[in-house]
């Protein structure tokens, strides 16, 4: 396939601002972890005092510091957060025990993610499982209700995000890295998330009241950034491509939502809404996210969905070959055989 010339050219213009600023990433760090364990503590003595309504008024603040230390955790599994290997992957290891992300295994499977996203030849590692219409069509009638509970919207993000994180994480299947390696990160992480929870326990003298602060805050980064995870590839104008035809730029640039939100919202997310930026160079710090669209016209334009027109996401379900875009279950492709 030849080259798409114009993704090309703006890959030469991100690859100007792939260099780490350590000012930014320790006022980034600190300005996030800070406020998180204050609001921790606080949720901690509101729930030992039952004063419930303290931790419900909490969590989504504190929910979202978490989404941004899961972007840091990301950019050290990149390698673009500080210029150091050892500082990015001593502080990403670090972060796990509050995003329950196994570090390794992450950073491994989302460099797959990363390699392959917009190719139908390699789905599977890193993606929301996406059929396309023929594929669906081609499935019995069990397979086919699969599908339709999978990518449920309610389902997928309200059920799947927090199981992910709560339970699905503890295990180590499916996580992209050899049985072995896997089993010693995942194992070495519940490990210390147990002693870390255990001392928290003797600390207030009660588990419930540690996780019934804790769980919550959890279950919503959790909905919060498996929305922000559907929304970066799920869109109707998104793009995929057979293998040969694929090309990593063109994927990148068209094929990674570009998502507008509000200035606040884009600071609890860490920028992660810049998703075609990230995808272009992967090395770029979520902190120089903006001034890289900033400095080339077509990142502006590409790929651009609003709050409103992200909703519009939820029903988009199947890739359509021929019309070459996202689309839902119309009537005709239902569970019955066709």
Known sequence: MAKDHAALDVARHCAAYREPVVRCAAIQLANTLVPYLILCVVMTVAAANAKWWIVALLTVPAG?????????????????????????????????????TPYDSWKRGHALHHASTGDLSRRGTGDVETLTVREYLALPRLGRLR??????????????????????????????????????????????????????????GSLLLVLGALVPTVCVAAWIGGWLFYVQHQYEDTIWEKGDE????AAALGGSSYYVLPAVLQWFTGNV??????????????????????????????????????????????????????????????????
């Open 64 to 100: 979202g510091l978490l989404v941004r230390l899961f972007i840091i955790q990301h950019d050290c599994g990149h390698g673009s957060f500080l210029p150091s290997r050892v500082a990015n992957d001593g502080i990403g290891r670090g972060l796990s025990l509050l995003t329950l």
């Open 273 to 338: 809404g810049l998703h075609h930026v990230h995808h272009l160079n992967s090395r770029i710090p979520n902190y120089r996210l903006q001034e890289c669209l900033d400095g080339h016209e077509v990142l502006g334009r590409v790929g651009r969905l609003t709050l409103l027109e992200s909703l519009q996401c939820l029903h988009l379900a199947l890739w359509d070959e021929d019309a070459r875009k996202l689309v839902g279950f119309p009537r005709g492709l239902g569970i019955a055989a066709a």
């Open 147 to 204: 599908y339709r509970l999978y990518r449920n919207p309610f389902l997928l993000i309200g059920l799947g995000s927090p199981l992910n994180f709560l339970l699905l994480q503890r295990m180590p299947f499916g996580v992209g890295l050899p049985w072995r390696t896997a089993w010693r990160d995942v194992v070495v992480l519940d490990l210390c998330l147990a002693v870390l929870v255990g001392a928290l326990a003797l600390a207030t």
């Open 246 to 249: 694929w090309d990593f730029h």
